[in-house]
Structures are given as C-alpha cells and as structure tokens.
C-alpha cells in the first residue's frame, strides 16, 4: 500500500513538473525575424533581407558585435518559412537547401561560436501559418528529436491548421518530447493565442508547467496603433496574467518593433517601458545592420533592461488611470526596489501630472528615484508631491529603491488602487521633476 502511494506520488509529481529545464529564469532576449522580415523568401531579388542563412550570420554578428549580446540579447530566433516544402526520406524536417546550403545544425555552431542562442518555428498542426510543413501529432517526437540534433536552444511551437482537442494533446507532448531529447530548449508556446487568451479555455497553471513562454494574444504590426492594443489588452486583463507568470514561465505580448518604421523616439520608450513592466521576453525584430542610433539607445538602456530582467520575476501592473490620460504603472522588484512608469495617452502637449509617491501607495520614507531614460537621480520623500512631464504617446520611467518596504497588499487586494489616486489634485504647486 505505502508503496503504491509512493508510486503514485512519483507519477503525479512527474506530470506536474514536466517542463523541468531550469531555462529562461528572467525573461528571454534575442533577436526574432518575423515581424520585420516575414516570409521573404526572394533570395534573389532581395538577398539581404530574404529568410536564409545569411540573414540569421548577419543579425548574429551584430548582436556579438555592437554590445547587444553583453545585455542579454543572446537569442537569435528564425521563425516561419525556413523549412523545405518536403521532408527528408526519414520523414525529418528538413530546411530550404537554397535559402540554408550549411543546414541548421551549422546555423546553432555558428551561433554557440559567439555565446550566442538559436532559436527556430514550428507549428502543431498540419501546416505553419505560412503554408510550409507542420508538426501533425504523429510528428512531434521526430520533429522535436530532430531540433536536438540541430543543438537547436529554443523552440516556438505555433497553432495554425490544427483545432483545440489537437491543441491540447499537443503542446503537452511537444513539451515532453523536448525533455525527452535531453537538451535543454526554451519552449514557447502560441497555444493561448490560439484559444483567446483567458480562463476559463485557457489553463494558466498548466502553461506555466509546460512552456517557458506563452503568446497570449495577437501579432504585433509595425504601428503605435499595434503596441497599444497590445498593451491594452495584457494590462486590461492584468489580474488573470500577473500569477501566471514567474521565473521560467512567462507571458509574451510579442516582439519590441523599436527601430523599424512605426514607432516615434517617444512610442519606442513607451513600448520599451511597458514591455519591461510586464517581464515580458525581449525579441527585437528590426534590423540590427541599419538601426538608428537612437533606436538602438533605447533598446540597450541598462536600467530598462535590468528592471525586466530582475530576478524576482513578479510582472508589474498599472495602478492608476486618470481621466487625463494619464496611466501609472508599477513593478515590485528585488532588494525593495520598484519601477513605475507615468504613460500619456494624450494627443496634445507634453502633460504636466502631480502626484506623490504616498499617492502610489508607497509607505512613509525617503526613497532615491532614478529617470531611466533621463539618467538623472535624486532624493524624494513619500508625501512630496511631485510633477512629471510626459510626452504624448510617451512615458517617464523611474527606478525607486526603497528604504522602507512598499505597500504591495493593497495592490494585490482587489487589483484596483482606492482613494485619492484616482482623482485630481489641486494642491499647491509641488516641486517640479526634469
Ligand atoms: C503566426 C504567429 C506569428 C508568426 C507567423 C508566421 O501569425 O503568431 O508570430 O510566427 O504566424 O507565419
């Protein structure tokens, strides 16, 4: 009888812990080619930018050499329409012999050469979203077998062309399959996306067992208007999505487009900003080779990074959104450290917002707060009411480190600030920040 509890023990706990790869303890950062190079496979007109092996060898030397894999930009992901229309004679994936003449287990040793990662696409059905050859269930163990053998370090498993029973079977058994092989693979699953990212079709505490990272919702395009629908629905939906995510399991509101054609210098902070306040995993997909310098300061800003990747993993919230348009979000960090960003909706003119930190919720101190992208410290007390300038369709970021302990209860309460945070003030004019 003991040992038959015993058993059974064993059995259930190997089911509850099947993704065990120790992988993604702070959120990935890589390099991921969909959103800006698509499914441009015209090598010949367009060789720089078609998907081939030259693209990925490019995008890796940039990351190695322009400091961005010394941040933690390690990552460089292929994503659809790498593969060869037929499988090999063994019934193995195979990539586009023209497109990849060294193959992709090439592609990995060129990567691993530079301490870098590669990453590849695949999709849990019959076909990838772009048409080429799916991983059907009877696919999977070959198909995970065979990204091993490729020394291949993540996997993005996508849904088109496959329905929800088949969903559910699947991404459990690809997760499996992966542990199977014996290499550890960063797992990232678009299963939620798939199934409209919520409770009660969407099982969070499963996902947080099997995958590394989740497409919650849908891709993100070149535009404002993209990253703000995005961010509107992870944070509309924040109380659902906040638990689900911790070290080695997280959720991912899709690519930073910061340096493409979309995004003005004040948007680019803004998604770079909100992005690090949602621990979400940072994939640039722009091109490394003609990124504007600006572009590029935003996305290799030290502190923004290190508030997303900080160690406690506990994704961030907004706490106050003001008839003005105004939005504050906030991050619990390690050493009783905080992030809080003030976000403008607005239209018209930088938005000079009053508040205090007591007004934030934070308990009575003295606290040192830093402007991420201003580089500029000082010394606020709690009841100091304050001023901050924010652009419009921009943000103002701040590292606050604590002395004392924040009043995080609140916050988990009942999701919603209470009081007076929520409306105008018209106090005395309060000592100006910036
Ligand atoms: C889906 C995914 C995208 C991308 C494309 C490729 O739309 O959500 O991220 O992988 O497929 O075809």
């Known amino acids: 009888m003991r040992f038959a509890v015993v058993a059974c023990v064993l059995a259930l706990s190997t089911v509850t812990f099947a993704l065990d790869n120790g992988l993604m303890r702070t959120p990935p950062m890589g390099w991921l080619a969909w959103e800006r190079f698509r499914c441009d496979i015209d090598c010949e007109h367009d060789p720089k930018n078609c998907i081939s092996e030259n693209l990925f060898i490019d995008m890796a030397d940039r990351l190695a050499e322009d400091g961005w894999r010394e941040l933690g930009y390690v990552y460089v992901n292929i994503d659809d329409c790498w593969a060869s229309m037929e499988r090999d004679t063994q019934g193995r994936l195979q990539s586009d012999p023209k497109r990849f003449p060294g193959g992709i287990r090439k592609l990995a040793r060129y990567m691993h050469d530079r301490g870098l990662k590669l990453g590849i696409y695949g999709d849990m059905g019959t076909h990838t979203c772009g048409g080429y050859p799916g991983t059907p269930l009877d696919k999977i163990e070959i198909d995970a077998q065979t990204f091993a053998d490729w020394e291949v370090d993540m996997f993005k498993f996508d849904g088109c062309y496959s329905n929800a029973t088949e969903q559910e079977q699947g991404y459990p058994l690809m997760s499996k399959a992966l542990n199977a092989t014996g290499r550890p693979i960063g797992y990232s699953c678009s299963w939620p996306a798939y199934q409209g990212g919520l409770p009660p079709k969407v099982n969070y505490t499963q996902l947080g067992e099997i995958c590394n990272l989740w497409r919650n919702y849908g891709d993100i395009q070149d535009s404002w208007d993209s990253v703000l629908y995005i961010a509107d629905w992870f944070f509309a939906n924040q109380d659902v999505l906040i638990p689900a995510a911790a070290p080695g399991q997280w959720n991912d509101p899709d690519m930073l487009i910061?340096?493409?054609?979309?995004?003005?210098?004040?948007?680019?902070?803004?998604?770079?900003?909100?992005?690090?306040?949602?621990?979400?995993?940072?994939?640039?997909?722009?091109?490394?080779?003609?990124?504007?310098?600006?572009?590029?300061?935003?996305?290799?800003?030290?502190?923004?990074?290190?508030?997303?990747?900080?160690?406690?993993?506990?994704?961030?919230?907004?706490?106050?959104?003001?008839?003005?348009?105004?939005?504050?979000?906030?991050?619990?960090?390690?050493?009783?450290?905080?992030?809080?960003?003030?976000?403008?909706?607005?239209?018209?003119?930088?938005?000079?917002?009053?508040?205090?930190?007591?007004?934030?919720?934070?308990?009575?101190?003295?606290?040192?707060?830093?402007?991420?992208?201003?580089?500029?410290?000082?010394?606020?007390?709690?009841?100091?009411?304050?001023?901050?300038?924010?652009?419009?369709?921009?943000?103002?970021?701040?590292?606050?480190?604590?002395?004392?302990?924040?009043?995080?209860?609140?916050?988990?309460?009942?999701?919603?600030?209470?009081?007076?945070?929520?409306?105008?003030?018209?106090?005395?004019?309060?000592?100006?920040?910036?």
């Open 258 to 434: 910061i340096g493409n054609f979309g995004l003005s210098m004040d948007q680019s902070r803004a998604q770079m900003a909100l992005w690090a306040i949602m621990a979400a995993p940072l994939f640039m997909s722009n091109d490394l080779r003609t990124i504007s310098s600006g572009a590029r300061v935003i996305l290799q800003n030290k502190m923004a990074i290190s508030i997303n990747q900080d160690p406690l993993g506990i994704q961030g919230r907004r706490i106050v959104k003001e008839k003005s348009g105004i939005e504050v979000y906030w991050r619990p960090l390690s050493n009783n450290a905080s992030a809080l960003v003030f976000f403008s909706r607005r239209n018209d003119m930088p938005y000079r917002y009053q508040t205090s930190l007591s007004k934030l919720n934070y308990t009575t101190g003295s606290y040192k707060i830093y402007d991420v992208f201003n580089d500029k410290g000082s010394t606020l007390k709690d009841s100091t009411d304050f001023v901050v300038s924010v652009n419009p369709t921009g943000v103002v970021m701040w590292h606050v480190s604590a002395p004392a302990k924040l009043g995080q209860r609140q916050f988990y309460g009942g999701g919603k600030l209470q009081g007076p945070t929520y409306h105008h003030h018209d106090n005395a004019i309060p000592p100006s920040f910036l």
